[in-house]
Each structure stands twice: as C-alpha cells, then as structure tokens.
T-cell receptor, first 112, second 115 residues
Framework: GESVGLHLPTLSVQEGDNSIINCAYS??????FIWYKQESGKGPQFIID?????DKRQGQRVTVLLNKTVKHLSLQIAATQPGDSAVYFC???????????FGKGTSLLVTP | EPEVTQTPSHQVTQMGQEVILRCVPI?????FYWYRQILGQKVEFLVS????????KSEIFDDQFSVERPDGSNFTLKIRSTKLEDSAMYFC?????????????FGQGTRLTVV
C-alpha cells in the first residue's frame, strides 16, 4: 500500500554540524508534506511544511527539499544544537482528505 | 501561545474496561483529530472530526472507538472494552480551517496502559 518511510532510523551529529534527515514517499498524489519534531514524552511539534508545487522551502535554520521525480523529501538543519536532539517525522497529506500519513521517524542525537 | 491540551497525561485501565480520553483543541480551530503511537512506532491516524461529525477514519478506528464533542470546547475519544494492544500514546490534534495545507497542532498526548 501507499507508505511514507525514512531511510535511516538514527542519526548522530556533532554540535555545530549540519544535519540531513531523509524521507521517501510512495504516493505520487501527495500534495502537502510536513516535518515534525517529537521530543521525549511530548507530542509532535511542527517544524516546516512544503506543498508539491515547490521544491524548496526555508525556515529558521531549517530547509526542506522536495524531489517529486524520485518522491524524496529531506530536512536540513543548519548548525545543529543539543536542543535539536529528538525524533523527526515526515508526514504527507495524500490529497484524499485531511489526515496525515506519518513516516517511522529518525532519531537525531546531537553530541557536544 | 494557544495549545491543544489533553487529559489525563497517563491512564491505566484493566482489559475490558472503557476509557475516555479528553482533549481541548485550540479555540478557533475547526478540524479535530485523534492519532495514536504505539511505543517505538510511527504516529497513526485514527479519525478526523468536523462540524460535529466524523469526516475521515482509518481502519484502526473500528466499532470499539467513538468520538464526541460534548460541548463547545472538549473533544473526546472513547475506547470500549479495551485490549492490551490498545496500549499506546494517543494524540489529539486540531487545524484552523478547511484548507488542507495547514499544519496540525498536537497535544502532549495521553499514555494509555491496558493491563
């Protein structure tokens, strides 16, 4: 069936380095994508979103890239900080309603 | 900053019992959702609710589950005859309008433990 998945379950980076978290999706009809950050014991927190008519969107220290040709989404975090340590989920709206389809999550660990 | 609030933060119940999880969505939001996350797994959609009725539901949301907006502020998820496999974090979320391209705001979750 249609799915959203992540390439790597864990990612360890040094403080100050840039982080890249990847996500693959299989539903070519997906129209809207969101990255969420989830800290331990908390709910998902919105980071950045992108619509399918864009291939790049930038926020504060974060950039999302969308490659519709290969159905790939990435989240880039510049100058990663210890507070960025969390699980990151990509989520898609498959254009069939308002529900979000989440990927499995990548755990980002920032080491000093 | 407005937020989605959920109560209780942790609920322990015996198998076969009924539980009600409560949520107060952000006040001017129109769409409400329940998601669940089994430990170590991804967040899964259960149901969406708009204009006092279910607008979408997943295969997980079977007759064991029901949702209700009993008043102008609360949104509840009822799970009847709980099973061990219902143990999970349950997240409530809300979105401001009818537009599909709007972020969902999530609550902190209720950890349900069925024993």
């Amino acid at each position: 069936g249609e799915s959203v998945g992540l390439h790597l379950p864990t990612l360890s980076v040094q403080e100050g380095d840039n982080s890249i978290i990847n996500c693959a999706y299989s539903n070519s009809a997906s129209d809207y994508f969101i990255w969420y950050k989830q800290e331990s014991g908390k709910g998902p927190q919105f980071i950045i979103d992108i619509r399918s008519n864009m291939d790049k969107r930038q926020g504060q220290r974060v950039t999302v890239l969308l490659n519709k040709t290969v159905k790939h989404l990435s989240l880039q975090i510049a100058a990663t900080q210890p507070g960025d340590s969390a699980v990151y989920f990509c989520a898609e709206n498959p254009n069939s309603g308002y529900a979000l389809n989440f990927g499995k999550g990548t755990s980002l660990l920032v080491t000093p | 900053e407005p937020e989605v609030t959920q109560t209780p933060s942790h609920q322990v119940t015996q198998m076969g019992q009924e539980v009600i999880l409560r949520c107060v969505p952000i006040s001017n939001h129109l769409y409400f959702y329940w998601y669940r996350q089994i430990l170590g797994q991804k967040v899964e959609f259960l149901v969406s609710f708009y204009n006092n009725e279910i607008s979408e539901k997943s295969e997980i949301f079977d007759d064991q589950f029901s949702v209700e907006r009993p008043d102008g502020s609360n949104f509840t998820l009822k799970i009847r005859s709980t099973k061990l496999e219902d143990s999970a974090m349950y997240f409530c979320a809300s979105t401001p309008g009818q537009g599909m391209y709007t972020e969902a705001f999530f609550g902190q979750g209720t950890r349900l433990t069925v024993v």
